[in-house]
């Protein structure tokens, strides 16, 4: 079992920042597919950013791509998404995630084997 706990939601105005954090916990592997999801109300949960286990390959959906940047520090069993330029339309659960499986896209919901507790993002206009 693996165990994903986020940190580092808020409320923040409109153009501001935020970094959310995740830390893996148990029966880690630095193999795993990382990534962040997240779920506004009436939505269905998507994938925001994905990166692969060294790092050295990241996705990012087209509505973040830009000012979100999302990195790991398999060291320390660690993955980040720094958030910048954030919009209203950015507010939502913001979920981390882990896959056994290599893929470094828009991860669907269903390859995802371990989903962190979820941390609020709300950006106010």
Do not use: H
């Not at 193999?31 to 060294?54: D, K, L």
């Not at 507010?91 to 290599?102: D, P």
Request: proline share 2%.
């Amino acid at each position: 079992q693996v165990q994903l706990v986020e940190s580092g939601g808020g409320l923040v105005q409109a153009g501001g920042s935020l970094r959310l954090s995740c830390a893996a916990s148990g029966r880690t592997s630095s193999s795993y597919t990382m990534g962040w999801f997240r779920q506004a109300p009436g939505t269905e949960r998507q994938s925001v950013a994905t990166i692969s286990w060294s790092g050295g390959s990241t996705y990012y959906a087209d509505s973040v791509k830009g000012r979100f940047t999302i990195s790991r520090d398999s060291a320390r069993n660690t993955v980040s998404l720094q958030m910048n330029s954030l919009k209203p339309e950015d507010t939502a659960v913001y979920y981390c995630a882990a896959s056994a499986r290599y893929y470094i896209g828009n991860l669907p919901n269903s390859w995802v084997d371990y989903w962190g507790q979820g941390t609020q993002v709300t950006v106010s206009s």
